[in-house]
């Protein structure tokens, strides 16, 4: 387990980062009579930009923000904006015209409006002045409403033309100078231009200058956020202090009953927050959070700047929570910025602030946690506050950066790539939208790095971690010495570095690493929460530098960071997985380097500690419990604690692949830990713990379709015990069901609509998730219950058994094989060893028989070759291609079939002298009399791993003068896995009559296939026969039916058949369909259906069995999707079929049915018999077309599924 570089979620206030955005310096303005107006365009919300730390997985703390929560009124920014006392509105025209007295011939200084002090004005025209006044007014009020610059511009050149014929004595100059001063701000938030607010400051430092008044509190609180907004652009720190400067001036004015004590205290808060940001000084985040507090504290509920000022409190809680690390603060911010939301309409224009600020705090909540819950709900209010955001707002590039780390997190939670994809796209386009000079580019540049590094790794692109590497190095040139970023961003670097190393083996690249990553942990102070991350990666570095030069004191020196990185751990943090597993890596690397028990002895101690941490994501934990049972496993065999750690182990899979995600996302991460199962019950085999052995391959294997089947499992007795908790359990069920169906995890560059309603999707199957959970808690803790829904002991399993012959399950593993048989009426499983059958030869049987089938893809090109009839025997070594063909016609999975078909016998052989006859020959079955008429015993086979794709049911010796194989002693059927065929045997009730009938349907001439004609034929002969046999049916022929149209017909017809191409889905196994003229029925569409009725499922389709090579232990094909769905018996193919033959087989196996139907179940049609069914129609088929290895085609790939 190697942590990668993770991404740090955007902070909400980090002064100096993020866009140089106009919209930044949003500001207040507060009349001289004491009228709140908002001057400029919306704020923008709060949060910055992502800065990923050095280990993927690793939780982190904010990066770079411009940090922006809110102004009071009807605008809000985040953190590290204030509200202006601004321009002089509504005044009557005689209160204007008194205001300038008597004619004065002043001149008015340059320095303010730009012209010469030496040129004499005339006498002021009061008119004059007046009118263009109410132009600025009236232009100022368009402005407000349209947003266009050219409004702005006309009233900041009236207001100039006004002062330029105002006396430097007049008493309303300076209100006039301040006007102009925040119509100068307004144009600066829309257009960017940073002379608007250099020429702001020096009008309003004008206005302060020749104020008469004794407080200019007004004019000096707007000159503080024009110098507040000058430094979010230029990152000058100077700027900010003068503005904190200034503000405390403006406050210090005013006594504590002034109606504007709030609003200027709350920009001094925010400023001085700003400040903290920047220099890191806990004193002024403790004044910050002191100010804000006593803001709150004095503003009445129902007050309109009371969503603010709660927003502006969390924020500041928040940024203590992201230096100290004390949970009492985030829990104390995400309350306050909750009841902000609530107390915000929905049409309020801050509200796109207070979702981000909350957002953010959730994401430090799921890192701290790892509740996945936490961060589904960030991306969801994140993807609001995006929505609620004009395309053309100037604070777009840093919403859509905020929604690209949230993304990201949860990629590195669960691992959904299109989470990662998402993040890239979205925080490409917000670079495309900054400018190069933007403050908040190096953090937008640190953020693309290290989401190209996440995907660089995931899909082993070294593309991408060059750009990576190349975007980390821009990003920490533009950033400062002394800077808070800085140590987050050379943590980043190192550790693309070394991922590069990695890759290459070039070893400077990794000794930068080190370097760098040293100099972020000497550049942090130790109560820094993220210190622990850094100090883990550091140590990773360390460790692949000794592993590539045995250079012990590297060893030292990456045990050493991993120490520290563990003290400095939080209790309870998530993050606490990773440090222990690489403590316990390095210990171990020690211990094989000096052959030291004490660092064997740590390395399984820390093993365990990390796979059995309360905290953390499954990913991490079970990765380092493979490394626990392994480690024990290899040096001490015989300990009784192999066995807890392969059990951790076990329960953690099940976690990998929880409820919380979709079906498909469950495949792709148990994709992630092939075999483990199987190592496991080696383990236990080797130990004689037989019983245990069979109770975990149980329970870890066929995870997905297990939990399928305990969210339709029976609640009889919970009813009559529980009722109302029975309903509940039954509701959430379905929900669950439903919501795991769901392929929103696939997608990528949806509009913003449809990724909040996808958000919203994902959010409530958490939430669903959460809820079962505690429902399984609550129906556990009832007498007589306790083990519901548990994964079955022995006990268990044998209470359901056939009685026509036993279930057996064979475990393939590299150490050794096994089977273990269990029959009904024994409590004891019986242990098979299989010593002369190995995991290689039934790796090497698959390629040899992949090797037959391998021409599929020419054959889908067109190509006419190769049937059976007609084929000479072909010897096991012959040359495949000096083979004699025949002539079939097409298969049904969708090309035309080729035989080639040596070495065939050797692989049925092999399987028969090593696997089948062995165990046939432990369980006293014989081969049967050819004479009798008595019904040959049933067996059930449960192959795991390799063996999974191997044809058991064909087994035998072919090549000699008195051949056999395992059809002269069994009819053989296959099973998932044992619980799923005795939860049909425990539920097999009757089938209602009005549903005892047959669907068929035929698809000769699909899109993009080869057309069949020979399943017309086939389904006419059966639909015949099955309507002169007084058996309900309905046929539906090629364009007569849609995908739809047949799944609502499945609920009517307790048996169906299914003639057509089918194909298997390797990416998504769930996709694996059945292709109709009109369209796909999919795998999917099939298992949501719970059809209480079904019966028999005839799958006259190709590949119907032959599920995933990656998931050989999940049964993910067609035909464990229909039990699933709830067929009782499946017949299936394991590969392509031929058209010819097909009808044959299908006709004499319902023959076989109706011949029989009154040892069946009476009804004029039944699945009960149709595994004897299937084996009497495949040796009628042997008969007809004799022995040669071209006809073992023909039959083999038929098999039998469930009861």
């Known amino acids: 387990m190697d942590a990668l570089e993770r991404s740090r979620s955007p902070a909400p206030d980090a002064g100096g980062e993020g866009k140089c955005d106009p919209t930044e310096t949003e500001a207040k303005h507060v009349t001289s009579e004491g009228q709140d107006v908002m001057e400029g365009g919306k704020s923008g919300a709060g949060l910055g930009v992502c800065a990923h730390d050095s280990s993927l997985g690793l939780p982190?703390?904010?990066?770079?923000?411009?940090?922006?929560?809110?102004?009071?009124?009807?605008?809000?920014?985040?953190?590290?904006?204030?509200?202006?006392?601004?321009?002089?509105?509504?005044?009557?025209?005689?209160?204007?015209?008194?205001?300038?007295?008597?004619?004065?011939?002043?001149?008015?200084?340059?320095?303010?409006?730009?012209?010469?002090?030496?040129?004499?004005?005339?006498?002021?025209?009061?008119?004059?002045?007046?009118?263009?006044?109410?132009?600025?007014?009236?232009?100022?009020?368009?402005?407000?409403?349209?947003?266009?610059?050219?409004?702005?511009?006309?009233?900041?050149?009236?207001?100039?033309?006004?002062?330029?014929?105002?006396?430097?004595?007049?008493?309303?100059?300076?209100?006039m100078l301040g006007n102009l001063g925040s119509y100068l701000q307004m144009r600066f938030r829309r257009t960017g231009v940073l002379a608007d607010m250099a020429e702001s400051i020096s009008v309003l430092e004008k206005a302060v200058d020749i104020t008469s008044t004794s407080t200019p509190y007004?004019?000096?609180?707007?000159?503080?956020?024009?110098?507040?907004?000058q430094y979010q652009c230029t990152s000058d720190l100077s700027s900010l202090k003068m503005s904190t400067t200034i503000q405390k001036r403006a406050v210090n004015l005013l006594p504590d009953d002034h109606p504007h004590l709030l609003t200027l205290l709350s920009n001094l808060g925010r400023t001085v927050h700003s400040l903290s940001q920047h220099t890191g000084d806990q004193s002024d985040l403790s004044e910050a959070i002191s100010i804000h507090s006593r803001v709150v504290r004095l503003t009445p509920e129902g007050h309109p700047q009371l969503p603010s000022r709660l927003n502006d409190l969390g924020v500041t809680f928040h940024s203590r929570f992201r230096y100290a690390g004390s949970l009492s603060d985030l829990t104390q911010a995400i309350s306050l910025q909750r009841k902000s939301v609530d107390l915000s309409p929905e049409t309020h224009e801050s509200l796109p602030v207070y979702l981000s600020a909350l957002a953010y705090s959730l994401h430090s909540l799921f890192e701290r946690t790892g509740s996945l819950s936490?961060?589904?709900?960030?991306?969801?209010?994140?993807?609001?506050?995006?929505?609620?955001?004009?395309?053309?707002?100037?604070?777009?590039?840093?919403?859509?950066?905020?929604?690209?780390?949230?993304?990201?997190?949860?990629?590195?939670?669960?691992?959904?790539?299109?989470?990662?994809?998402?993040?890239?796209?979205?925080?490409?386009?917000?670079?495309?939208?900054?400018?190069?000079?933007?403050?908040?580019?190096?953090?937008?540049?640190?953020?693309?790095?290290?989401?190209?590094?996440?995907?660089s790794v995931r899909m082993s692109d070294p593309p991408s971690l060059v750009e990576a590497i190349s975007l980390q190095r821009q990003a920490l040139e533009l950033t400062p010495d002394g800077h808070p970023d800085r140590p987050s961003r050379l943590n980043n670097l190192g550790g693309s570095l070394r991922h590069q190393f990695e890759r290459t083996g070039v070893l400077p690249d990794l000794t930068e690493a080190i370097s760098i990553q040293n100099q972020a942990v000497d550049s942090t102070s130790g109560g820094h929460p993220d210190l622990p991350m850094w100090l883990t990666n550091l140590g990773n570095s360390y460790s692949r530098l000794f592993e590539k030069t045995a250079d012990l004191e590297a060893l030292k020196a990456g045990l050493e960071a991993q120490k520290r990185a563990l003290e400095s751990v939080p209790k309870g943090h998530a993050i606490l997985p990773y440090p222990l597993y690489e403590f316990a890596q390095l210990s171990y690397k020690y211990f094989r380097f000096k052959d030291l028990p004490k660092h064997l002895d740590a390395a399984i101690e820390n093993f365990a500690a990390a796979a059995t941490s309360v905290?953390?994501?499954?990913?991490?934990?079970?990765?380092?419990?493979?490394?626990?049972?392994?480690?024990?496993?290899?040096h001490h065999p015989q300990s009784v604690e192999v066995i807890t750690a392969f059990e951790t182990m076990i329960g953690l899979l099940a976690l990998v692949a929880g409820l919380e995600h979709t079906v498909q996302h469950r495949f792709a991460m148990l994709e992630e830990h092939p075999g483990l199962i199987l190592e496991a019950a080696a383990t236990m085999f080797r130990l004689e713990?037989?019983?245990?052995?069979?109770?975990?391959?149980?329970?870890?294997?066929?995870?997905?379709?297990?939990?399928?089947?305990?969210?339709?499992?029976?609640?009889?007795?919970?009813?009559?015990?529980?009722?109302?908790?029975?309903?509940?359990?039954?509701?959430v069920s379905r929900q669950l069901e439903h919501a795991g169906s769901s392929s929103r995890a696939s997608k990528v560059g949806v509009p913003i609509s449809e990724r909040i309603s996808l958000e919203e999707e994902a959010g409530n199957h958490v939430r669903l998730a959460t809820e079962w959970e505690h429902l399984l808690a609550t129906v556990r803790a009832t007498p007589g219950f306790e083990r519901f829904l548990q994964p079955p002991t022995l006990s268990a399993l044998v209470q359901h058994l056939p009685v026509s012959g036993p279930v057996v399950i064979i475990n393939i593993h590299d150490s050794r094989c096994d089977a273990i048989a269990i029959l009904a009426g024994s409590d004891e499983p019986v242990h098979i060893p299989l010593p002369h059958f190995s995991s290689d030869k039934a790796r090497k049987y698959r390629r040899d028989l992949r090797t037959r089938l391998s021409s599929r893809k020419l054959r889908m090109q067109g190509e006419d070759e190769a049937i059976m009839s007609g084929v000479t025997e072909i010897e096991d070594d012959a040359d495949p291609q000096e083979l004699e063909m025949g002539n079939d016609g097409p298969d049904r999975a969708g090309g035309l079939y080729s035989r080639r078909w040596d070495g065939v016998r050797g692989v049925l052989r092999g399987l028969w002298v090593q696997v089948v006859k062995p165990i046939l020959q432990a369980l006293a079955i014989s081969k049967a009399d050819a004479s009798s008429s008595d019904m040959l015993p049933r067996i059930w086979w449960c192959p795991t791993g390799p063996l999974s794709f191997l044809p058991l049911h064909a087994a035998g010796e072919y090549n000699y003068p008195d051949p056999e194989s395992v059809l002269d002693y069994v009819v053989s059927s296959y099973t998932p896995t044992?619980?799923?065929?005795?939860?049909?045997?425990?539920?097999?009730?009757?089938?209602?009559?009005?549903?005892?009938?047959?669907?068929?349907?035929?698809?000769?001439?699909?899109?993009?296939?080869?057309?069949?004609?020979?399943?017309?034929?086939?389904?006419?002969?059966?639909?015949?026969?099955?309507?002169?046999?007084?058996?309900?049916?309905?046929?539906?022929?090629?364009?007569?039916?849609?995908?739809?149209?047949?799944?609502?017909?499945?609920?009517?017809?307790?048996?169906?058949h299914l003639a057509c191409h089918g194909s298997q889905d390797a990416g998504d196994p769930l996709q694996s369909r059945f292709i109709f003229h009109r369209g796909r029925l999919s795998l999917g569409d099939i298992s949501q259906r719970n059809l209480s009725n079904a019966d028999l499922a005839f799958l006259s389709a190709c590949e119907t069995s032959t599920g995933q090579e990656t998931l050989s232990d999940e049964a993910v094909h067609l035909a464990a999707g229909m039990l699933a769905a709830g067929y009782r018996r499946v017949v299936a193919t394991m590969w392509a079929i031929g058209d010819t033959h097909a009808p044959q087989v299908a006709s004499d196996f319902y023959k076989y049915l109706r011949d029989h139907r009154e040892e069946g179940s009476g009804t004029p049609i039944s699945g009960r018999l149709s595994a004897y069914a299937l084996h009497h129609a495949i040796q009628q088929l042997r008969e007809s077309i004799g022995s040669s290895d071209g006809s073992l085609l023909a039959w083999v790939p038929y098999v039998h599924y469930g009861y």
């Open 218 to 229: 007004n004019l000096l609180n707007n000159l503080a956020n024009a110098y507040q907004a």
């Open 978 to 1056: 044992i619980s799923s065929l005795g939860h049909r045997i425990k539920n097999d009730t009757p089938i209602d009559p009005a549903m005892a009938g047959l669907l068929l349907t035929c698809q000769p001439r699909a899109p993009g296939a080869a057309e069949i004609p020979g399943n017309v034929e086939e389904v006419s002969s059966i639909y015949t026969q099955a309507v002169e046999n007084g058996c309900k049916a309905m046929k539906l022929e090629g364009d007569a039916v849609s995908p739809e149209g047949f799944l609502k017909h499945l609920e009517e017809f307790s048996c169906i």
């Open 615 to 634: 905290s953390g994501s499954p990913q991490p934990k079970i990765t380092a419990a493979k490394r626990w049972a392994r480690t024990l496993n290899q």
């Open 60 to 175: 982190h703390g904010a990066d770079e923000v411009a940090c922006t929560i809110g102004t009071e009124g009807g605008e809000d920014t985040s953190s590290g904006r204030s509200k202006d006392i601004g321009p002089v509105e509504g005044s009557s025209t005689e209160g204007k015209c008194k205001a300038f007295g008597a004619q004065h011939h002043a001149v008015v200084s340059s320095e303010v409006v730009g012209t010469p002090s030496d040129v004499a004005r005339p006498p002021v025209d009061v008119e004059c002045v007046w009118s263009l006044l109410a132009l600025a007014s009236s232009s100022y009020r368009k402005f407000r409403s349209t947003g266009a610059p050219d409004d702005i511009s006309e009233a900041i050149e009236a207001v100039k033309k006004a002062v330029e014929i105002t006396p430097l004595d007049n008493e309303s100059l300076p209100h």
């Open 374 to 455: 936490d961060i589904t709900e960030a991306i969801l209010l994140q993807g609001k506050a995006v929505s609620l955001t004009p395309e053309v707002d100037t604070t777009m590039p840093t919403q859509l950066n905020h929604f690209a780390g949230f993304l990201q997190a949860r990629f590195e939670r669960t691992g959904t790539l299109s989470d990662l994809q998402e993040a890239i796209t979205l925080v490409r386009k917000s670079l495309r939208l900054c400018h190069k000079g933007d403050t908040g580019r190096p953090g937008l540049l640190n953020n693309l790095g290290n989401y190209l590094l996440h995907l």
């Open 689 to 731: 713990l037989v019983e245990k052995a069979l109770e975990w391959l149980e329970q870890g294997r066929c995870l997905v379709w297990g939990q399928q089947h305990q969210l339709r499992t029976p609640l009889d007795e919970l009813w009559i015990h529980d009722p109302s908790l029975a309903d509940k359990v039954m509701d």
